[in-house]
Protein backbone atom coordinates (compact mmCIF):
# COMPACT_ATOMS: atom_id res chain seq x y z
CA UNK A 1 0.00 0.00 0.00
CA UNK A 2 0.76 3.66 -0.82
CA UNK A 3 2.12 5.49 2.50
CA UNK A 4 0.55 9.13 1.65
CA UNK A 5 2.42 12.17 3.63
CA UNK A 6 -1.22 12.97 4.79
CA UNK A 7 -1.10 9.40 6.79
CA UNK A 8 2.37 10.20 7.89
CA UNK A 9 0.75 13.31 9.19
CA UNK A 10 -2.32 11.82 10.76
CA UNK A 11 -0.11 9.31 12.59
CA UNK A 12 2.79 12.01 13.63
CA UNK A 13 0.07 13.97 15.25
CA UNK A 14 -1.87 11.02 17.54
CA UNK A 15 1.85 9.23 18.29
CA UNK A 16 4.33 12.42 19.03
CA UNK A 17 6.63 10.32 16.91
CA UNK A 18 8.98 11.58 14.30
CA UNK A 19 7.83 11.73 10.82
CA UNK A 20 10.43 8.76 9.51
CA UNK A 21 8.95 6.84 12.22
CA UNK A 22 5.95 7.06 11.90
CA UNK A 23 6.60 6.74 7.59
CA UNK A 24 8.44 3.51 8.72
CA UNK A 25 5.99 2.28 10.93
CA UNK A 26 2.78 2.91 8.34
CA UNK A 27 4.88 1.22 5.77
CA UNK A 28 5.70 -2.31 7.84
CA UNK A 29 1.97 -2.79 8.51
CA UNK A 30 0.49 -2.18 4.95
CA UNK A 31 -1.02 1.43 5.98
CA UNK A 32 -2.62 0.09 8.88
CA UNK A 33 -3.04 3.12 11.14
CA UNK A 34 -3.70 0.80 14.50
CA UNK A 35 -1.23 -1.65 13.84
CA UNK A 36 1.37 1.08 13.07
CA UNK A 37 0.45 2.96 16.33
CA UNK A 38 1.37 -0.60 18.08
CA UNK A 39 4.28 -0.83 16.31
CA UNK A 40 5.38 2.23 17.08
CA UNK A 41 4.73 1.68 21.12
CA UNK A 42 6.67 -1.76 20.72
CA UNK A 43 9.62 0.22 18.93
CA UNK A 44 9.91 2.45 21.67
CA UNK A 45 9.39 0.61 24.18
CA UNK A 46 12.36 -1.61 23.30
CA UNK A 47 14.39 1.30 22.59
CA UNK A 48 13.71 2.74 25.83
CA UNK A 49 17.22 1.97 27.33
CA UNK A 50 19.02 3.34 24.47
CA UNK A 51 18.28 6.40 25.12
CA UNK A 52 18.73 6.44 28.85
CA UNK A 53 22.27 8.31 28.65
CA UNK A 54 20.78 11.34 26.76
CA UNK A 55 20.23 14.64 27.78
CA UNK A 56 16.59 15.71 28.56
CA UNK A 57 17.11 19.59 29.31
CA UNK A 58 13.95 20.86 27.65
CA UNK A 59 10.27 20.04 28.74
CA UNK A 60 8.04 21.89 30.81
CA UNK A 61 6.13 22.68 34.03
CA UNK A 62 2.51 21.88 35.03
CA UNK A 63 0.66 23.19 38.34
CA UNK A 64 -2.85 22.10 40.16
CA UNK A 65 -4.13 24.50 43.11
CA UNK A 66 -7.36 23.11 44.65
CA UNK A 67 -9.40 23.21 48.18
CA UNK A 68 -5.75 24.36 49.75
CA UNK A 69 -3.43 21.20 47.62
CA UNK A 70 -0.33 22.50 45.46
CA UNK A 71 0.66 20.04 42.97
CA UNK A 72 3.74 20.86 41.05
CA UNK A 73 5.48 18.58 38.84
CA UNK A 74 8.64 19.11 36.08
CA UNK A 75 8.47 17.03 32.58
CA UNK A 76 11.99 16.90 30.42
CA UNK A 77 12.37 16.13 26.91
CA UNK A 78 15.14 16.67 24.86
CA UNK A 79 13.88 19.31 22.41
CA UNK A 80 11.63 22.07 22.46
CA UNK A 81 10.13 20.86 19.37
CA UNK A 82 8.53 17.99 21.46
CA UNK A 83 8.12 20.04 24.12
CA UNK A 84 5.73 22.26 21.84
CA UNK A 85 4.02 19.25 20.89
CA UNK A 86 0.63 18.33 21.88
CA UNK A 87 1.40 14.64 22.51
CA UNK A 88 3.99 15.73 25.10
CA UNK A 89 1.39 18.21 26.56
CA UNK A 90 -1.36 15.62 27.06
CA UNK A 91 1.33 13.37 28.86
CA UNK A 92 2.37 16.26 31.01
CA UNK A 93 -1.78 16.79 31.99
CA UNK A 94 -1.91 13.07 32.45
CA UNK A 95 1.16 12.80 34.91
CA UNK A 96 -0.60 15.49 36.81
CA UNK A 97 -3.67 14.47 37.19
CA UNK A 98 -2.27 11.18 38.87
CA UNK A 99 0.33 12.91 40.80
CA UNK A 100 -3.17 14.69 42.53
CA UNK A 101 -5.36 11.67 42.17
CA UNK A 102 -2.41 9.58 43.91
CA UNK A 103 -0.98 12.82 46.34
CA UNK A 104 2.18 11.89 44.95
CA UNK A 105 4.52 13.96 47.62
CA UNK A 106 7.54 13.42 45.33
CA UNK A 107 9.20 11.70 41.98
CA UNK A 108 9.32 7.82 43.55
CA UNK A 109 5.54 8.14 44.66
CA UNK A 110 4.40 9.68 41.47
CA UNK A 111 6.23 7.08 39.50
CA UNK A 112 5.18 3.98 41.18
CA UNK A 113 1.33 5.18 41.31
CA UNK A 114 -1.86 4.07 38.89
CA UNK A 115 -2.17 6.22 35.72
CA UNK A 116 -5.18 4.62 34.75
CA UNK A 117 -5.46 1.64 32.18
CA UNK A 118 -3.69 -0.62 34.08
CA UNK A 119 -0.28 1.29 33.89
CA UNK A 120 1.82 2.93 36.53
CA UNK A 121 3.27 6.56 35.79
CA UNK A 122 6.29 5.20 35.23
CA UNK A 123 5.29 3.11 32.57
CA UNK A 124 2.90 5.47 31.02
CA UNK A 125 6.16 7.67 30.91
CA UNK A 126 8.25 5.04 29.00
CA UNK A 127 5.37 4.20 26.22
CA UNK A 128 4.82 8.53 25.52
CA UNK A 129 9.32 8.13 25.56
CA UNK A 130 8.50 5.51 22.71
CA UNK A 131 5.84 6.64 20.13
CA UNK A 132 7.93 10.18 20.90
CA UNK A 133 11.02 8.98 20.10
CA UNK A 134 12.80 10.75 22.79
CA UNK A 135 14.09 10.23 25.90
CA UNK A 136 11.46 11.72 28.61
CA UNK A 137 11.28 11.74 32.26
CA UNK A 138 9.43 13.27 35.34
CA UNK A 139 12.49 15.22 37.12
CA UNK A 140 10.69 16.23 39.95
CA UNK A 141 6.95 16.89 41.58
CA UNK A 142 6.05 18.34 45.08
CA UNK A 143 2.90 18.76 47.12
CA UNK A 144 2.61 21.03 49.53
CA UNK A 145 -0.82 21.56 51.87
CA UNK A 146 -2.22 24.88 53.67
CA UNK A 147 -5.19 27.24 54.24
CA UNK A 148 -4.81 28.30 50.85
CA UNK A 149 -2.00 28.02 48.46
CA UNK A 150 -1.22 30.08 45.11
CA UNK A 151 0.76 28.99 42.05
CA UNK A 152 2.22 30.82 39.29
CA UNK A 153 3.42 29.21 35.69
CA UNK A 154 5.68 31.57 33.37
CA UNK A 155 6.51 31.08 29.98
CA UNK A 156 10.16 32.29 29.38
CA UNK A 157 9.35 32.11 25.45
CA UNK A 158 5.82 32.75 23.96
CA UNK A 159 6.00 29.36 21.92
CA UNK A 160 7.10 27.07 24.71
CA UNK A 161 4.76 25.83 27.47
CA UNK A 162 5.18 27.40 31.30
CA UNK A 163 9.18 26.71 31.98
CA UNK A 164 8.85 28.09 35.61
CA UNK A 165 6.10 27.11 38.00
CA UNK A 166 5.84 28.36 41.57
CA UNK A 167 3.87 27.33 44.63
CA UNK A 168 3.30 29.43 47.86
CA UNK A 169 1.28 28.46 50.61
CA UNK A 170 0.14 30.62 53.35
CA UNK A 171 -2.41 29.98 56.96
CA UNK A 172 -4.74 32.03 55.19
CA UNK A 173 -5.71 34.20 51.36
CA UNK A 174 -4.64 36.99 50.58
CA UNK A 175 -4.21 38.74 46.46
CA UNK A 176 -0.66 39.58 47.24
CA UNK A 177 0.36 35.70 47.75
CA UNK A 178 0.34 35.10 44.19
CA UNK A 179 2.05 38.18 43.68
CA UNK A 180 4.83 36.46 45.86
CA UNK A 181 4.88 33.70 43.58
CA UNK A 182 4.98 36.11 40.70
CA UNK A 183 7.97 37.62 42.79
CA UNK A 184 9.87 33.73 43.23
CA UNK A 185 9.62 33.27 39.07
CA UNK A 186 11.53 36.10 38.84
CA UNK A 187 13.64 36.55 41.32
CA UNK A 188 14.68 33.00 42.10
CA UNK A 189 15.06 32.46 45.88
CA UNK A 190 16.17 29.21 46.79
CA UNK A 191 14.60 28.75 50.45
CA UNK A 192 11.45 29.70 51.81
CA UNK A 193 12.80 31.38 55.49
CA UNK A 194 16.58 31.15 57.10
CA UNK A 195 15.41 27.78 59.07
CA UNK A 196 14.81 25.73 55.39
CA UNK A 197 18.42 26.51 54.22
CA UNK A 198 20.82 23.31 55.03
CA UNK A 199 23.04 23.67 57.51
CA UNK A 200 25.89 22.45 55.05
CA UNK A 201 24.92 25.30 52.61
CA UNK A 202 25.27 27.92 55.76
CA UNK A 203 28.24 26.75 56.63
CA UNK A 204 30.11 26.97 53.25
CA UNK A 205 28.94 30.40 52.58
CA UNK A 206 30.24 31.18 56.15
CA UNK A 207 33.94 29.41 55.03
CA UNK A 208 33.60 31.78 51.75
CA UNK A 209 32.95 34.60 53.85
CA UNK A 210 35.72 34.21 56.17
CA UNK A 211 38.29 33.00 53.13
CA UNK A 212 37.10 36.08 51.25
CA UNK A 213 37.47 38.77 54.53
CA UNK A 214 41.21 37.33 55.16
CA UNK A 215 42.15 37.91 51.43
CA UNK A 216 41.34 40.82 51.42
CA UNK A 217 43.30 41.32 54.69
CA UNK A 218 40.11 42.96 57.09
CA UNK A 219 41.16 43.41 60.72
CA UNK A 220 41.21 39.89 63.02
CA UNK A 221 39.02 41.21 65.72
CA UNK A 222 36.66 42.38 62.90
CA UNK A 223 36.07 39.04 60.80
CA UNK A 224 33.48 37.86 63.18
CA UNK A 225 31.18 40.79 62.13
CA UNK A 226 32.24 41.15 59.10
CA UNK A 227 31.55 37.15 58.14
CA UNK A 228 27.73 37.07 59.67
CA UNK A 229 27.32 40.34 57.78
CA UNK A 230 28.44 38.74 54.39
CA UNK A 231 25.98 35.58 55.15
CA UNK A 232 23.20 37.54 56.56
CA UNK A 233 23.69 39.41 52.83
CA UNK A 234 23.57 35.30 51.68
CA UNK A 235 20.24 34.95 53.04
CA UNK A 236 19.07 38.27 51.86
CA UNK A 237 19.25 37.11 48.19
CA UNK A 238 18.21 33.33 48.42
CA UNK A 239 15.59 33.18 51.43
CA UNK A 240 12.32 34.34 50.09
CA UNK A 241 10.77 35.61 52.72
CA UNK A 242 13.88 38.08 53.26
CA UNK A 243 13.92 39.14 49.27
CA UNK A 244 12.98 42.69 48.67
CA UNK A 245 9.48 42.22 46.58
CA UNK A 246 10.09 43.17 43.20
CA UNK A 247 7.02 45.38 42.62
CA UNK A 248 8.32 47.60 45.98
CA UNK A 249 11.77 47.12 47.06
CA UNK A 250 10.71 49.06 50.27
CA UNK A 251 9.79 46.14 51.28
CA UNK A 252 10.37 42.69 52.13
CA UNK A 253 8.14 39.49 51.39
CA UNK A 254 8.09 38.92 55.23
CA UNK A 255 6.76 42.35 55.41
CA UNK A 256 4.31 41.90 52.29
CA UNK A 257 2.75 38.90 54.28
CA UNK A 258 2.39 40.17 57.65
CA UNK A 259 0.87 43.64 56.52
CA UNK A 260 -1.61 41.02 54.39
CA UNK A 261 -2.04 39.58 57.88
CA UNK A 262 -0.92 35.95 56.65
CA UNK A 263 2.25 33.86 56.89
CA UNK A 264 4.09 31.82 54.56
CA UNK A 265 4.05 27.88 55.36
CA UNK A 266 5.31 26.21 52.37
CA UNK A 267 7.51 27.62 48.90
CA UNK A 268 8.25 25.67 45.67
CA UNK A 269 9.94 26.55 42.75
CA UNK A 270 10.95 24.68 39.86
CA UNK A 271 12.67 25.30 36.35
CA UNK A 272 13.19 23.67 33.65
CA UNK A 273 16.71 22.51 33.20
CA UNK A 274 17.82 24.54 36.13
Known amino acids: MNVTAGMVKD ?17 SN ?8 EFLR ?21 AHVEDGVG ?7 ETDFVAKGERFQELAQQVLDAAVANKAAGVEDLLAGPAGSGQSVAE ?18 VRVEAPFVAHYLHKTSP ?6 GVL ?3 DGPAEVVRDVAMHAAAMNPGYLDRDSVPADVVAHERHIAEEKSREEGKPEKALPKI ?33 AGVAARAYARFQVGA
Not at 30 to 37: H, N, S, T
Not at 71 to 77: K, S, Y
Not at 159 to 164: E, N
Not at 236 to 257: G, H, M
Open 30 to 37: DGDFEKAV
Open 227 to 259: IEGRVDAFFRDTVLLEQRFAKDPSRTIQQLLQE
Open 159 to 164: DLPPQI
Open 11 to 27: LRESTGAGMMDCKKALE
Open 71 to 77: TLVEINC
Open 168 to 170: VAT
Open 124 to 141: LVTEASGTIGEKIEVRRA
Open 42 to 62: IKGQASAEKRADRTASNGLVV
